[in-house]
Structure formats: structure tokens, C-alpha cells
């Protein structure tokens, strides 16, 4: 869904390091930029076709690293600086690299940050937490900040919308070349990676993280309407869920006031004078 074209070097960078997932021929290195410090801390899950490097992830590296918090990024297989073949990625893959990340890179409460794809993700890794036996469970992060949330976004954003000559492209050859509104080139979406999406839908049904939930919403998305956001708040009933339209806002909510306005809602939750230290 998103393809984050900006990227910012970093003033303080953290050193790269390779997380392996999965076993056999299905082994992959995960590159992860781990940064230590205070919780809550903040987990980076990005979009669609996006990377660790973009614009938000490292401005968010940045507001932790100036407030001694904790700090985790990744890059999906596929994606970025990690192992792996983009036209492999599912769903199921991409969720399991995020949960191998959480346990083995994070500690202590966490504040999930996810933008587009990466929002699905949040959630799924939420549900996944909370699903857990002690001692390493039921667990519901310090809280969810959602970014142009494409949750389901292989069926009500791709496949709903699909014309019938690409869904019998899918059906009969597997794969589709999409164009890009971010890149002169087009990217590969797999009959698989819409078949995968659907064991994994969430707006069927009530969605519970157990923790406060803040939305950031362009109103000129093309890509995320934001009628969708709507819908997803109404599938958050029992949490503290707070949705802000941004009216001239697009789908990558990049521009120095929405940085800005995702820096506040971060920081709601990881004020300096009720803060962990780790």
C-alpha cells in the first residue's frame, strides 16, 4: 500500500542487525535497528512496499533517542534491508517476522506504531499477545497508534476493487503487476498473498486490544479511505479509540505537521514523569 520514496539520515544512527525467522528453506534474515533506553517503548511496523529508513520511522528514532526511549525497527522479508523475495510475502509471513521481532527485541511495555499494512499488522500482533498463556502472557501493549490504517486491505482494498480482468489474471497466472503512485515501477501482488490476507480479516468482527488506540486518517488518502478508518472504530468498541481526520492529509502522512502531529500522539503515552526506565 505505501512506498515511504523519502528517506532522512540519521543523526544517531544504531547499528544494523539480522534477526533469523522461520527454519529450513524458509529461513530468512530479518535486518532490525534496535535502539535501548526507557519504556514505554516504541516498535516501528511500516507499509506495504515501505521501509525501516522512511521518513516517520526515523523521526520517531530520533524523538526516543532524545528521550533516552527504547526503540525498534524493521524491515519485512521482501522489503529493505532484510532477506528474501518481495513477490514471497503474505500476511502470515510478515506477522511472524513481526512477532519474532517483538519477543526477541523488545522488553517491557510497548507503545505499537503501525502505518498502513503495518497497522494490520499491529493489531494481529496485539490479538496474538493477548492470546498468550502465562508467564509469558496475556500481555496488551501501552497502546496502538495507527497511521492511515490498511487493515484487510487484501480483500476490501485489493480484491473488492479489483476489475475481472485481474482477478482472472490472479487466478490464472498467480500474479499481478500493480502499478505504484510512489514508484515509476510496478510491484508484484500474488494470488497467494490475497488467498493468505483472509485468514487473517478483523473488520468481520469486534477487534479488542485492551489498551488506548489513537488514528491518524488523510481525508485525501487515495490509497486508505477514510471511511475505512471509520469502520475500524466502530470494530473497536470496548477500547479508548480517538480517530483524527487530517483533511488535506494523503495516504504517507509524511509532511513535517503530520510528523509532528504523530510525534504528540506518541508522546501521550510516554511522558517523561510516568515513565519506566530500563
Known amino acids: 500500500m505505501q512506498q515511504d520514496l523519502e528517506s532522512a539520515i540519521e543523526s544517531e544512527p544504531v547499528r544494523r542487525e539480522y534477526l533469523p525467522v522461520g527454519r529450513g528453506d524458509n529461513l530468512r534474515k530479518i535486518a532490525v535497528r534496535r535502539r535501548s533506553g526507557g519504556t514505554p517503548g516504541l516498535l516501528w511496523l511500516g507499509g506495504l512496499k515501505s521501509d525501516m529508513r522512511g521518513t516517520k520511522a526515523v523521526a520517531l528514532d530520533r524523538w ?4 533516552g526511549r527504547s526503540c525498534v525497527r524493521f524491515d519485512y ?5 532484510s532477506e528474501g523475495e518481495f513477490a514471497e510475502g503474505t500476511v502470515s509471513r510478515w506477522l511472524e517476522e513481526s512477532i519474532a521481532v517483538f519477543d526477541a527485541c523488545c522488553d517491557g511495555p510497548q507503545v505499537l506504531v503501525g ?22 502472557g496475556p500481555l496488551s501493549p501501552a497502546a496502538v497508534v495507527l497511521i492511515a490504517p ?18 482472472r489474471k490472479l487466478a490464472s497466472e498467480g500474479v499481478w503487476q500493480r502499478p505504484s503512485l510512489y514508484s515509476p515501477e510496478p510491484y508484484p501482488i500474488t494470488a497467494a498473498l490475497i488467498e493468505d490476507g483472509r485468514r487473517h480479516l478483523l473488520l468481520g468482527g469486534l477487534i479488542e486490544t485492551g489498551c488506548p488506540v489513537r488514528i491518524l486518517q488523510g481525508v485525501a488518502d487515495p490509497d486508505v479511505p477514510w471511511r475505512h478508518a471509520v469502520d475500524l472504530v466502530s470494530r473497536l468498541a470496548q477500547d479508548d479509540v480517538v480517530l483524527s481526520l487530517i483533511k488535506d492529509g494523503d495516504h504517507r502522512l509524511s509532511r513535517p505537521e503530520d510528523v509532528e502531529r504523530l510525534i504528540g500522539v506518541v508522546s501521550e503515552f510516554c511522558r517523561d514523569g510516568g515513565a519506566e526506565t530500563s
Open 64 to 67: 526516543a533517542a532524545a528521550r
Open 77 to 81: 522479508s521482501g522489503h529493505g534491508e
Open 115 to 136: 502505518s498502513s499494512m503495518g497497522a494490520w499488522l499491529a493489531l494481529l500482533l496485539t490479538r496474538e499477545l493477548r492470546r498468550r498463556e502465562p508467564p509469558h
Open 150 to 167: 490498511a487493515v484487510d486491505f487484501t480483500e476490501q482494498l485489493m480484491w473488492k476493487r479489483f476489475p475481472a480482468s485481474v482477478k
